[in-house]
C-alpha cells in the first residue's frame, strides 16, 4: 500500500482557509485514486472529498460543496483538500486516504474501498 502523510491542520476562526496536503510514497501515485475523509469526536468516518487518478474526476459531500475543493499533483506524489469559509462544524481529524483504482476515471465515495491511510490531522474551527 502508499504510505500517506497529512499536514496543514491547525486552528482558524469561523470563514477562514486552510489547506491540507498529503504526500504519498511507496507506491505509484498515479495508481491510486484518493479521498478525505474526516471524523469528529463521537461521530463516524464521514467523506468529505474524493478525486481519481487522472485528477479529472472529483466528488464532493453535500456538506462542504462549494467550500472546499480537492485536487492532486501526480508530479509531486500529493493531493490536496482547499477549505474555505469554515465552521465550527467542519471541526475534525481529516484523514488522507487511497484506493487503488483500474479504471483512471473514478473514485469511491466508500470507505470500505480505500486500503491506504494517513494518520490524520487535526482540524479545529473556532466560532
Known amino acids: 500500500q502508499v504510505q500517506l502523510v497529512e499536514s496543514g491542520g491547525g486552528l482558524v476562526q469561523a470563514g477562514g482557509s486552510l489547506r491540507l496536503s498529503c504526500a504519498a510514497s511507496g507506491r505509484t501515485f498515479s495508481n491510486y485514486a484518493m479521498g478525505w475523509f474526516r471524523q469528529a469526536p463521537g461521530k463516524e468516518h464521514e467523506f468529505v472529498a474524493g478525486?481519481?487518478?487522472?485528477?479529472?474526476?472529483?466528488n464532493i459531500a453535500d456538506s462542504v460543496k462549494g467550500r472546499f475543493t480537492i485536487s492532486r499533483d501526480n508530479a509531486k506524489n500529493t493531493v490536496y483538500l482547499q477549505m474555505n469559509s469554515l465552521k465550527p462544524e467542519d471541526t475534525a481529524v481529516y484523514y488522507c486516504?487511497?484506493?487503488?483504482?483500474?479504471?483512471?476515471?473514478?473514485?469511491?465515495?466508500?470507505?470500505?474501498?480505500?486500503?491506504?491511510w494517513g494518520q490524520g490531522t487535526q482540524v479545529t474551527v473556532s466560532s
Open positions: 478525486i481519481s487518478r487522472s485528477g479529472a474526476v472529483t
Open positions: 486516504a487511497g484506493h487503488q483504482s483500474g479504471v483512471y476515471n473514478y473514485v469511491s465515495t466508500s470507505r470500505a474501498d480505500f486500503g491506504s
